[in-house]
């Protein structure tokens, strides 16, 4: 374990969904290194395994489990896994989310000629339904699920929490993506819902609003086949007053302190880690 530095972590049970991904792999091996003993839930078994044989190997403790954050029976077995192997969870990421491309257009604006354009462009006219309802599913219901299940273990205990993981277009909605945004919108506003229901028993709930990180999910958006920015890339960075991408480890701060103890009086917010994206106007 290296340098814990939030005591009250040592112990504890925490739950990440999407621990197999790109941001909440390296949420995990944070937790671990605080002495948490740390379930990754995530559709992909393998990759929830290797990241807690990872862990393990370090010296950590972690459990690999897959669970679908959107079937209450898979999240169930889940719980009584982790429960069974590591006591009642303490603390809930809820990091699975995602964006899905027939949620979302083509261009950044409509103009009058795009009515008579090849099947190639998606205008706002032939976004996908499904596609759309796809999106709202996994980043709300995906959020609401795991919470149902797992605040059932925290009722009644000290120190509890949970972390939802919002984005920067839950402010202001990013040009194409308006599935996304508009559910990422429903996150932080579930984060403030949350917050207030659970006060009476002393569950925290919080969120992190990351700023643009180069992961598999927006990878076609922000690079071409060269490895390249794409134009969206560099209005990104030019946007960005620390005018470069985040990295993961970026969020394992204010991560490890929104769930510690160190946060205690502090529920209900969403913050940006945007190297300054959210405060710029652009001018
Ligand atoms: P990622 O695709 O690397 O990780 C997401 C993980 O969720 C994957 O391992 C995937 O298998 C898992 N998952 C997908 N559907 C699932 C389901 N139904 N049940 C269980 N697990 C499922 O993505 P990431 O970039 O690490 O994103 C993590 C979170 O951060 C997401 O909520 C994402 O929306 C959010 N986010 C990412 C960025 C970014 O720039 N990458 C910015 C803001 C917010």
Redesign the pocket.
């Known amino acids: 374990m290296r340098n814990p530095k939030y005591q009250d972590l040592k112990g504890k049970t925490v739950v990440i ?2 621990g ?5 792999s390296t949420l995990a091996e944070s937790f671990a290194g605080q002495g948490a003993k740390v379930a990754i ?4 078994k393998e ?1 929830a395994n290797q990241i807690a044989q990872k862990i393990v190997e370090k010296g950590g403790i972690a459990l690999g489990v897959g ?4 079937e209450k029976d898979s999240l169930q077995e889940a719980r009584f896994l982790v429960n069974e192997k590591f006591g009642t969870c303490d603390i809930l990421v809820n ?4 964006n899905h491309p027939t949620g979302t257009t083509t261009k950044t604006q409509f103009i009058e000629e795009d009515l008579n354009a090849t099947e190639d462009l998606r205008t706002f006219f032939k976004l996908d339904p499904e596609g759309i309802q796809f999106v709202f599913n ?2 709300f219901i ?1 959020t609401l699920l795991p919470t149902q299940v797992f605040t059932l273990d925290m009722v009644g205990k000290e120190g509890c929490s949970i972390l939802n ?1 919002s ?2 277009n839950a402010f202001r909605p990013l040009t194409k993506i308006p599935a996304y945004s508009g559910a990422k919108a429903a996150v932080s506003n579930f984060t403030q819902w949350l917050a207030v229901h659970f006060a009476p028993v002393g569950i925290r709930i919080n969120a992190l609003a ?4 180069l ?4 990878r076609s958006l922000l690079t071409d086949k060269n490895g390249d920015h794409t134009p969206r890339a560099q209005t990104i960075l030019e946007h960005t007053p620390m005018n470069r991408f985040g990295e993961p480890e970026d969020l394992v701060g204010t991560t490890l302190w929104l769930t510690s103890n160190q946060s205690k009086f502090v529920t209900g917010i969403t913050v940006p880690i945007d190297g300054g994206f959210s405060a710029y106007s652009g001018v």
């Open positions: 969904t999407g197999g991904g790109v941001l909440c839930l995530d559709l992909k990759a669970a679908n954050v959107l990091g699975a989310g995602g996994l980043n995906g993981i984005s920067m990351p700023g643009f990180f992961t598999e999910q927006n």
